[in-house]
């Protein structure tokens, strides 16, 4: 307590051991909190009662007519977000066409570059939609950048995910923008999301970081009903 900068050091020389042993301590509150009969329950209720977001002109990586969407939440200073873009990278190898992702916004007022983060990615998906996914990879491999050099880092993000910083730039402040990610936070709020990461899988809610098992077992369950229609 006295001597908060050591603990900000450590961190900061081992970001990826401090976001593991973050993971590993949420999984076991996670396991502690919810028996396996309770998660049965509530993923039957998910199941019968999906969430429907709104994903019409919404940038998309993978086959655009997949038959597994899957809409992230996220924060671009989020750590537990960075490192579920590993699970994410890992399912789309895995269920290839069979997978689609949509990312979505849900900007943390404890991250101050979050929301400027939010806006830019909508700005260059407005130029292309590959490059903001190209801009989300970068942002995130590079999210302490991001944190100390704020929107000068945005801007060289823009330009090497391959589109016109300048125009980005602009069209981040402009209204029609920022109602994108209004409407972001309105639906993840709607849809029980109170941190990041959250994922609907065609609908299921995940909340939280989850080990790529989790995200299996949903869509294993979901292939095998459109298998039964």
Do not use: W
């Given at each position: 307590?006295?001597?908060?900068?050591?603990?900000?050091?450590?961190?900061?020389?081992?970001?990826?051991?401090?976001?593991?042993?973050?993971?590993?301590?949420?999984?076991?509150?996670?396991?502690?909190?919810?028996?396996?009969?309770?998660?049965?329950?509530?993923?039957?209720?998910?199941?019968?009662?999906?969430?429907?977001?709104?994903?019409?002109?919404?940038?998309?990586l993978g086959n655009p007519s997949a038959r597994i969407t899957?809409?992230?939440?996220?924060?671009?200073?989020c750590p537990y977000c960075r490192a579920e873009r590993e699970?994410?990278?890992?399912?789309?190898?895995?269920?290839?066409?069979?997978?689609?992702?949509?990312?979505?916004?849900?900007?943390?007022?404890?991250?101050?570059?979050?929301?400027?983060?939010?806006?830019?990615?909508?700005?260059?998906?407005?130029?292309?939609?590959?490059?903001?996914?190209?801009?989300?990879?970068?942002?995130?491999?590079?999210?302490?950048?991001?944190?100390?050099?704020?929107?000068?880092?945005?801007?060289?993000?823009?330009?090497?995910?391959?589109?016109?910083?300048?125009?980005?730039?602009?069209?981040?402040?402009?209204?029609?923008?920022?109602?994108?990610?209004?409407?972001?936070?309105?639906?993840?709020?709607?849809?029980?999301?109170?941190?990041?990461?959250?994922?609907?899988?065609?609908?299921?809610?995940?909340?939280?970081?989850?080990?790529?098992?989790?995200?299996?077992?949903?869509?294993?369950?979901?292939?095998?009903?459109?298998?039964?229609r």
């Amino acid at each position: 307590m006295q001597h908060p900068e050591i603990v900000l050091a450590a961190i900061e020389a081992h970001p990826e051991a401090f976001i593991s042993a973050l993971q590993k301590a949420a999984a076991k509150s996670t396991a502690a909190a919810e028996s396996p009969e309770a998660e049965s329950r509530r993923l039957d209720s998910a199941f019968a009662h999906p969430h429907v977001p709104v994903i019409s002109r919404r940038a998309v990586l993978g086959n655009p007519s997949a038959r597994i969407t899957i809409v992230e939440y996220s924060d671009f200073q989020c750590p537990y977000c960075r490192a579920e873009r590993e699970v994410l990278v890992q399912l789309m190898r895995e269920y290839g066409d069979t997978l689609r992702l949509v990312v979505k916004h849900t900007p943390l007022q404890m991250h101050p570059m979050a929301m400027p983060a939010a806006l830019m990615y909508e700005a260059v998906a407005r130029q292309s939609p590959m490059a903001a996914y190209r801009f989300y990879d970068d942002l995130f491999e590079h999210q302490e950048q991001l944190t100390s050099e704020g929107a000068a880092y945005l801007t060289a993000a823009a330009r090497a995910a391959g589109v016109d910083p300048a125009r980005a730039a602009a069209d981040a402040k402009s209204p029609a923008i920022r109602a994108v990610v209004d409407a972001d936070l309105d639906e993840g709020r709607r849809f029980g999301f109170t941190g990041t990461p959250g994922f609907l899988i065609n609908g299921v809610a995940l909340m939280g970081a989850h080990p790529i098992g989790d995200f299996e077992q949903i869509i294993s369950r979901q292939l095998a009903q459109a298998s039964q229609r």
